[in-house]
């Protein structure tokens, strides 16, 4: 089944059957590894489940159409299938395969329905009506860069979509939620809400299971503070009934590392700010409920059920874990932690009582292998290869497991062990080379740390963000106290004000 030609293996969302895709073949086959289907598709370089498993889209090397008398530079490339008989239902041009932003064709909740991105224009088209109709709905969004569907919509009076405008000569970029409707043509449709800022070449969309909220990451490849190597980021949310549209507001300045919502939709954790990155738990109306303090992460992860959390530290950072179990009260409390070095990805697996982490090619070349860990942060397998291209859990049917809270221990009884396996060792702190040389294995005590603010324990918000902001600029390095303009004051008053500060500190010293 799977051989050297293959290019794509993919589960279906509930795990009831795979694809594998190759050069010239696509092959649906059921969990149990029974060949349900067959198609003949040259070319092909991705191809990707429809959200419910019943439709699979392809994308192939675009080739040039050589037959006589057809207006068509090149053959369709951008297919959608069939999975029940292998039909070929929407046959379309694509010029090239956008990776960030794949499957490039997006299926209606009932999947009814699909929605295409085309110049200025998303079109929607009936998936009965045959791979050569036209779009039932042309949908216009001038300028459109992106767009997503929200997960639960239908096409009756509720499909909800979100799109990107980036800015353009001067005039801002925007974020707009809006619901598809047939628009006579030429009209401009009015978005139910709507959002505008610069600085953002890229944007990422992250709706929650239900449908009722969306975050988008906005992201430009330079920082114009030039605080950071990894450009800038914003994080705004829209509610899906046009209420509310805001940037989310973060306690500290920085990049926007990781955000994820629950799998119950109710709940969303930000990593942010320069290291050490400060984490938050938000509720589904983006209020911030609690301060998961701050430390050397980059990432978080849900279990299935949204009970249990992870954050961990990989990248550049040495590997950190820290595992949360999520109170009904919103109240978060460590069950563990560990260290995965090197590591690359993390994911819980489908029952929610463990999480594998890997270190993958071609991210790193040496140190390939997994580690599996329980939700305390016990290590209980780990297997090293010479290279790894990729390690996942193999998927299940929604209900085979149940949601269940930790496991009871005697007050006192440590975390379990496997027999024959490495406990990894607890962070004592990065050590310098020079130190190292010397036999020294634990970091100098200092009352700074790139790694974790020992005043930031984390817990209940005491305050609100705007006060937190409020406080960072008003400590301004290089400060002169009573130097502060008025607020929306022009540059020129502000170096007035700095000047006569200045005057009164030489007054009072002579």
């Not at 009015?190 to 449908?211: D, E, H, I, Q, Y």
Request: aromatic share 10%.
């Amino acid at each position: 089944m799977v051989n050297a030609e293959t290019r794509v293996v993919e589960y279906a969302r509930d795990a009831s059957k795979y694809l594998v895709a190759c050069d010239k073949l696509l092959r649906v086959y059921a969990a149990d590894d029974a060949l349900l289907v067959e198609v003949a598709c040259t070319g092909i370089r991705a191809a990707s489940f429809s959200p419910n498993g019943g439709y699979v889209v392809t994308f192939q090397r675009p080739m040039r159409n050589e037959e006589e008398g057809s207006h068509a530079k090149f053959l369709p490339n951008l297919r959608v299938w069939r999975v029940d008989d292998g039909s070929n239902v929407l046959s379309l041009t694509q010029k090239e395969l956008d990776k960030d932003h794949w499957p490039s064709v997006q299926f209606t909740a009932d999947e009814a329905h699909c929605v295409i991105q085309v110049t200025n224009t998303l079109h929607v088209y009936d998936l009965k009506d045959g791979d050569t109709a036209p779009p039932c709905v042309k949908f216009p969004v001038k300028g459109v860069s992106k767009f997503s569907l929200c997960p639960t919509a239908k096409m009756e009076g509720e499909m909800l979509v979100m799109t990107y405008v980036p800015e353009i000569k001067g005039t801002p970029g925007y974020l707009a939620l809006h619901r598809i409707v047939s628009c006579p043509q030429g009209e401009t449709p009015t978005p139910l809400a709507r959002k505008s800022f610069f600085r953002a070449n890229s944007v990422r969309f992250l709706w929650n299971s239900s449908g009722s909220a969306v975050l988008i990451i906005a992201a430009a490849d330079v920082d114009a503070t030039n605080q950071s190597y990894y450009g800038e980021q914003k994080l705004f949310f829209f509610s899906a009934d046009g209420s509310k549209d805001m940037a989310v507001p973060m306690p500290k300045e920085g990049p926007i590392h990781d955000v994820q919502w629950s799998p119950q939709g109710d709940f969303f954790v930000t990593v942010a700010g320069f290291m050490p990155a400060k984490s938050t738990l938000f509720n589904a109306s983006c209020v911030p409920k609690f301060d998961l303090g701050s430390g050397p992460y980059s990432l978080v992860r849900w279990n299935p059920f949204g009970r249990f959390f992870a954050l961990a530290g990989f990248g550049n950072l040495p590997g950190d874990l820290t595992f949360y179990d999520k109170k009904a009260d919103a109240k978060c409390k460590v069950m563990g932690t560990t260290r995965a070095s090197n590591g690359v990805s993390l994911e819980w697996s489908p029952c929610g009582r463990y999480v594998l982490t890997a270190t993958t090619a071609p991210r790193l070349r040496v140190d390939n292998g997994f580690q599996v860990f329980k939700y305390n942060g016990s290590l209980l397998a780990q297997k090293q290869y010479d290279v790894l291209y990729e390690a996942m859990w193999r998927p299940v049917q929604q209900g085979t497991y149940e949601d269940r809270p930790q496991t009871p221990r005697a007050q006192g009884e440590a975390a379990p062990a496997r027999e024959g396996l490495p406990q990894p060792a607890k962070s004592s702190g990065y050590v310098p080379p020079h130190l190292r040389r010397q036999g020294i294995t634990e970091a100098p005590k200092a009352s700074f740390s790139l790694a974790r603010d020992q005043a930031d324990i984390g817990g209940k918000i005491k305050q609100t963000f705007a006060a937190a902001r409020a406080a960072r600029q008003s400590s301004v390095p290089g400060a002169v106290p009573g130097a502060e303009a008025a607020p929306g004051a022009s540059k020129a008053a502000s170096k007035n004000a700095k000047r006569r500060a200045k005057k009164k500190q030489a007054a009072d010293g002579e």
